[in-house]
Nanobody, 125 residues
Framework: QVQLAESGGGSVQAGGSLRLSCAASGITGSSVCMAWFRQAPGKEREGVAAIYTSSGSTYYADSVKGRFTISQDNAKNTLYLQMNSLKPEDTATYYC??????????????????WGQGTQVAVSS
């Protein structure tokens, strides 16, 4: 059974940094892609960053490129999202997700079957 548990959310002023973590268990096999999504109040969920776990290839939404970094620690089965230069528009609930897909599909935000419960990030101006 796949389980994903996010942590690290909180409140920060604009320009600050936060690091989110996602502890993963039960994910086996190859062709695994993990990602961070976010959903702000009244808005649709959007993909933020993705990583193909076997190759380490990454993909970012334009809105966070250059500010956010997705990474993984395979020994700890943990996914991270380092968020720098945070803006008020980054305020949202952030979700960790996992799914099996081909590496070329990393740029698609579809194909994620497993989700964490979310962690809230609030950025004040």
């Amino acid at each position: 059974q796949v389980q994903l548990a996010e942590s690290g959310g909180g409140s920060v002023q604009a320009g600050g940094s936060l690091r989110l973590s996602c502890a993963a268990s039960g994910i086996t096999g190859s062709s695994v892609c993990m990602a961070w999504f976010r959903q702000a109040p009244g808005k649709e969920r959007e993909g933020v960053a993705a990583i193909y776990t076997s190759s380490g290839s990454t993909y970012y939404a334009d809105s966070v490129k250059g500010r956010f970094t997705i990474s993984q620690d395979n020994a700890k089965n943990t996914l991270y999202l380092q968020m720098n230069s945070l803006k008020p528009e980054d305020t949202a609930t952030y979700y960790c997700a996992a799914g099996k897909k081909a590496s070329w599909a990393i740029a698609s935000w579809r194909g994620y079957n497993y989700w964490g419960q979310g962690t809230q990030v609030a950025v004040s101006s």
